[in-house]
Structure formats: C-alpha cells, structure tokens
Nanobody, 115 residues
Framework: QVQLVESGGGLVQPGGSLRLSCAAS????????MGWYRQAPGKQRDLVAT???????NYADSVKGRFTISRDNVKNTVYLQMNSLKPEDTAVYYC?????????WGQGTQVTVSS
C-alpha cells in the first residue's frame, strides 16, 4: 500500500508564494511519476504538474512560468513551488503517485489566494 501526506497549503495574498510538499511511504517502486492536481469548488480535478523519476516534467498552461515541480527520490517526496499566485489558483491541491498502472492520492491541502 502507498500513503501520501501533503503539507504547505494555506492563505496567501495575490502575488505571493507557497511551497507544497508531499511525502510518499509504503511500497514505492522505481519508474513512478508524481504530481499535483487541483480542484476548485464546483469544478473537476485538473492537472497542475507532474514529474517522472527521471525528472521529466509537465505543466498545465495556466501555471507555466509560475510553478515549479521537483522531487527527491531518496525521500520519495515531491514539491510544488508556487510563485506569483493568483486568486484563480485557489483550490484543494492533491498529490498523486502513479506506479504500475495504479494511481494513489493524498488527502488534499487547501490553497487560498485572497487579499
């Protein structure tokens, strides 16, 4: 089994920054991909960014140039550095790990961008 624990969410003013972390534990295999998705109220869960174990990254167009995803393979942890935050970035952010054709999700962390 796999457990994902997120941290780092909170309230920030427009233009501010936050850093999310997600630590994975349990049966972690090499060759996985980790990432972040977000879900705003009344909307579907959308991809924010993903990163493979070989550090290949993919970003949603809406966050390119503002967000940076990275990972520490020794700690099985993925990070999301979010800069120049906008009110439309407000959502619950979910950590995801995909390995061996299975998806695992964290419990989510709230990010609110408001003045």
């Amino acid at each position: 089994q796999v457990q994902l624990v997120e941290s780092g969410g909170g309230l920030v003013q427009p233009g501010g920054s936050l850093r999310l972390s997600c630590a994975a534990s349990g049966s972690i295999f090499s060759g996985n991909a980790m990432g972040w998705y977000r879900q705003a109220p009344g909307k579907q869960r959308d991809l924010v960014a993903t990163i493979t174990s070989f550090d290949s990254t993919n970003y949603a167009d809406s966050v390119k140039g503002r967000f940076t995803i990275s990972r520490d393979n020794v700690k099985n942890t993925v990070y999301l550095q979010m800069n120049s935050l906008k009110p439309e970035d407000t959502a619950v952010y979910y950590c995801n790990l995909r390995q061996r054709l299975r998806n695992y999700w964290g419990q989510g962390t709230q990010v609110t961008v408001s003045s």
